[in-house]
């Protein structure tokens, strides 16, 4: 295999394999982001972990529901 097809892009690695990230920018109260800080620290996660699995949650009790 050739070297320059195999050179790692600059940037983080894409979270979730091949699928598309959008950014998403929305204002959340102060206190619940700290829980999220924390939590992300006491987990040694990332806060955008927490998040995605808190959604996924939220979202597959929803569908259950319906």
């Not at 992300?40 to 597959?60: M, P």
Request: glycine share 4%.
């Amino acid at each position: 295999m050739d070297d320059v097809n195999n050179k790692r892009k600059p940037g983080r690695p894409k979270a979730g394999g091949d699928e598309l990230e959008v950014n998403v920018t929305f204002k959340l109260p102060d206190s619940l982001i700290q829980e999220v800080r924390m939590l992300a620290v006491i987990e040694r996660t990332t806060q955008k972990e927490i998040v995605i699995s808190a959604l996924k949650e939220y979202l597959a009790n929803k569908a259950v529901k319906h």
